[in-house]
């Protein structure tokens, strides 16, 4: 069973901190990784993939893998309120069906 | 059209009843994902449609969940004798390429079984 581990939150932060995003895998033989964002009552919006240990930034945004851990996550710099969302988690191998966290409350507060 | 598009946007139905919710992937787009997603949970794999090649049926949870997909385009999702766990969000999401795994999801369709 291929499972996606996210904290539920809600993480809290003030307006213009870093909000950390943490999510872990059980498959190693993961290949590709994926931040979604999802407001209330809306669906899933991909904000961020990432393939190779390391850092990739877009933006504010900074996802981070290490598969040695199986870990990946994301930064979400310099945070505004229309940030808060829930951001989803999702991993995939050679199936390439996406298996996906339950996701992680962020709320920005001013 | 720009996005994936899903209808209907909300269906209301009695239990035993059968229901049939549509999804129009973006042009181009050859792999086409159904999710679910209930209150409060995670998105859960239903069926996966590559090209012409066989649909990995493998998260259907019953066999009253049946899907097609036709011409390589739009696809249907049919759920037979509805049941109150049947209840979700489900969700439609195109690919342009499977080996990215990089979802484009559409508004999805409420369904409520009463």
């Known amino acids: 069973q291929k499972e996606v581990e996210q904290n539920s939150g809600p993480l809290s932060v003030p307006e213009g901190a870093i909000a950390s995003l943490n999510c872990t895998y059980s498959d190693r033989g993961s290949q590709s990784f994926f931040w979604y964002r999802q407001y209330s009552g809306k669906s899933p919006e991909l904000i961020m993939s990432?393939?190779?240990?390391g850092d990739k930034e877009d933006g504010r945004f900074t996802a981070q893998l290490n598969k040695a851990s199986q870990y990946v996550s994301l930064l979400i710099r310099d945070s505004q309120p229309s940030d808060s969302a829930t951001y989803l988690c999702a991993v995939s191998g050679g199936s390439y069906i996406p298996t996906f966290g339950r996701g992680t409350s962020l709320i920005v507060h001013p | 059209g720009a996005g994936v598009s899903q209808s209907p946007s909300n269906k209301v139905t009695e239990k035993g009843k059968d229901v049939e919710l549509r999804c129009d992937p973006i042009s181009g787009h050859t792999a086409l994902y159904w999710y679910r997603q209930s209150l409060g949970q995670g998105l859960e794999f239903l069926i996966y449609f590559q090209g012409n090649s066989a649909p990995d049926k493998s998260g259907l949870p019953s066999d009253r969940f049946s899907a097609e997909r036709t011409g390589g385009s739009v696809s249907t999702l049919t759920i037979q004798r509805t049941q109150q766990e049947d209840s979700a969000v489900y969700l439609c999401?195109?690919?342009?390429?499977?080996?990215?795994?990089?979802?484009?999801f559409g508004e999805g369709s409420r369904l409520t079984v009463l």
């Open positions: 999401a195109s690919s342009l390429a499977p080996l990215t795994g990089e979802l484009f």
């Open positions: 990432i393939y190779s240990n």
